[in-house]
């Protein structure tokens, strides 16, 4: 593994040379060709709901998962590239673009899966997957697909969908990361005012000054109005187009759309959420014991809300970040310290930060087993968690290469496991190495990610579900989305965090929203999981890795309770949410005691 003395950029040279390359431009065309081989393909063999079986049938869905498998290959790897460029540069028309061009060719190819949904609907995918091979490779995804039919608009209707959606919901989210990623605020810092992109100064939130964690945070506050009616319009465009093509497909609720399309039962999200509803006292908890740790008496102001704690070494230079990450992973398994090797000599990762790239960290799977890694590194200790976390996202990336394109579309529920399985084998293995002060850092810091992936997203799941029921009766104003906001966050965090302080903007900061379903609470569900499959690894190390790879490739075409089973884990039963919330309850127990032996 090379190292850097800088957080490294990333190179994509080995897929196009830019966007004016020939090749890229040949094969951008070429997508849109699939397209047209694909309709021309459902037209010869009358591929649309209403028809009649016949005996051609299973040789005909192969035919077709072989088009769909070929130009999602492709799609994804334009995609990647594209995407590659605006998350450096909110500022590239040229990226931006062509982002908008790919979204209107993967929106008529929404179309075409719909067409092939209803047909498949009309037949026993069973029957079909066990006369030929393929298709019984593609049973998970297949049978999904006939699912959806119950569930779809006329074929007409989502046709039409399909290529308005890359002018509607997907053009005001782009409205939304052009917004924020150019976004830059004044921070009146100790050392006098400096101007900076607010991803910057989100970063601040760590900073071991209060006062520069202060100044940060009202500048963001001072900044994200100027930019709130867009961002207000874009959420309603978001919210509303969502809303209406729900009712349509006879949805009872957006939730429930949300839920399927994440292959997770609704027997498993109550349970879930009744269970967090029952932890919130015990995070409200910790944070009023951090607000006592940092001199705030009985509630903690909103910036330091992921504040370090007083005196603690929080930094980190990028070198000894990713070498504490490339061993802990090593330690766990060869392949996923191989993995950070490969990410830094090949180039995966964007960690560098600058005006025009957009916020926050994700991982972009590009083609086969490769992945793109975007970061912000500051140099806080959180960073290294953030990068394993993503790298854990590329991790699954390279058990689903494997895969044809259809069976890799993992839904955001699931797609969450990898990620979280491998923050907390950092998180243990610090816990592990360090003692005193250090120990009680590293807790403070794990507990302050808890609450936020459990409490805040919480508060998240109340904004958006009274967002979805507002909108369904005309727009709101930026306004009125801050008053749901601060809301919701009373409701998760009590009196444990300054009122005054709350941040009513969450809803124009978080890109998450704006999409056009529920896009949160996979967040808990992955968080929760990841701490119940981690219980399991340490019950039985060896077993667990290779039903742990096997699931991890199983997960773009099984459901959630599927993928559970062979753990012994039923997600129906509110005991497992529960003894996923008991580590965290048990590491807060672990903070009073270190806070007592100080």
């Known amino acids: 593994m090379t190292t850097s003395s800088s957080p490294p950029t990333w190179s994509t040279s080995y897929l196009y040379d830019g966007l004016d390359d020939p090749r890229f431009l040949a094969d951008f065309d070429r997508l849109g060709a699939y397209s047209e081989q694909l309709t021309a393909l459902l037209d ?6 209403g028809t009649t079986p016949g005996t051609d049938d299973a040789s005909i869905a192969e035919a077709v998962v072989a088009v769909l498998n070929e130009s999602g290959d492709l799609g994804r790897m334009l995609w990647a590239f594209i995407e590659a460029h605006v998350r450096v540069d909110s500022r590239d028309d040229t990226a931006l673009s062509f982002a908008a061009r790919l979204g209107a060719t993967i929106g008529r190819s929404r179309g075409l899966n719909a067409r092939f949904a209803q047909w498949l609907g009309d037949r026993n995918v069973d029957a079909l997957a066990d006369v030929n091979p393929v298709l019984h490779d593609h049973r998970g995804v297949l049978s999904q697909l006939a699912l959806r039919a119950r569930h779809q608009m006329s074929e007409s209707e989502e046709t039409l969908y399909s290529e308005l959606s890359s002018i509607g919901s997907m053009a005001w989210s782009q409205l939304h990361g052009q917004a924020s990623g150019l976004l830059e605020v004044e921070v009146h810092l100790p050392g006098g005012v400096q101007r900076m992109p607010v991803a910057a100064a ?43 093509v729900n009712r349509r497909r006879g949805w009872p609720s957006t939730l ?3 839920l399927f399309m994440n292959n997770v039962e609704r027997s498993a999200y109550d349970a879930m959420s009744e269970a967090v509803v029952e932890s919130l ?7 009023r014991a951090k607000a006592a740790l940092h001199g705030h ?28 990450i490339r061993a802990t992973f090593a ?66 990336n390279t058990q689903l290469g494997r895969r044809p394109a259809m069976q890799r579309d993992v839904p955001m529920a699931l797609a969450e496991t990898a990620s979280i399985f491998c923050e907390t084998l950092m998180m243990d293995a610090a816990l592990v190495a360090a003692d005193g002060a250090d120990r009680l850092a ?23 579900t009274a967002a979805f029921e507002r909108r369904a009766s005309g727009p709101l104003s930026a306004d009125q989305y801050c008053e749901l906001m601060h809301q919701a966050q009373i409701a998760s965090f009590g009196d444990a965090v300054q009122r005054d302080t709350l941040h009513p903007y969450m809803w124009a900061v978080k890109r998450h929203y704006y999409t056009n379903n529920y896009y949160n609470w996979q967040y808990t569900f992955g ?40 753990f012994g884990i039923d997600l129906s039963d509110i005991a497992f949410w529960r003894s996923g919330l008991d580590v965290l309850r048990d590491r807060i127990r672990q903070y009073d005691d270190a806070i007592a032996a100080r």
């Open 281 to 287: 006292p015990n995070f409200q908890h910790f944070l």
């Open 527 to 566: 968080q929760l999981f990841g701490l119940g499959l981690f219980a399991r690894y340490r019950a039985d190390p060896d077993t667990f890795r290779a039903q742990y790879d096997r699931m991890l490739g199983r997960a773009g075409s099984d459901t959630a309770a599927q993928l559970a089973a062979p």
């Open 331 to 396: 330690a766990y398994s060869p392949e996923l310290g191989a993995l950070v090797d490969r990410a830094v000599d090949e180039r995966w990762i964007d960690a560098l930060p600058r005006s025009g790239k957009a916020p926050g960290a994700s991982c972009i799977p590009v083609r086969g087993d490769r992945s793109l890694v975007v970061l912000n590194w500051n140099g806080a200790l959180d960073q290294v968690f953030t990068t394993a976390h993503e790298l854990g996202h590329a991790y699954h």
């Open 44 to 49: 010869q063999h009358r591929v649309r709901g």
């Open 202 to 244: 989100r970063g601040l939130a760590t900073h071991t000054d209060e006062a520069v964690r202060r100044a940060a945070f009202e500048a963001e506050l001072a900044g994200w109005p100027t930019i709130a009616r867009q961002c207000a319009a874009a959420l309603n465009g978001v919210k509303g187009e969502a809303g209406i």
């Open 256 to 258: 429930e759309a949300s």
């Open 297 to 324: 008496g009985a509630a903690l102001p909103w910036w330091d809300m992921v504040a370090p704690l007083p005196g603690a070494d929080n930094e980190r230079s990028w070198d000894d970040g990713i070498a504490q």
């Open 442 to 464: 590293i807790l403070d810091l794990d507990l302050c990610n808890a609450t936020q992936v459990v409490a805040d997203i919480h508060s998240r799941v109340l904004f958006e």
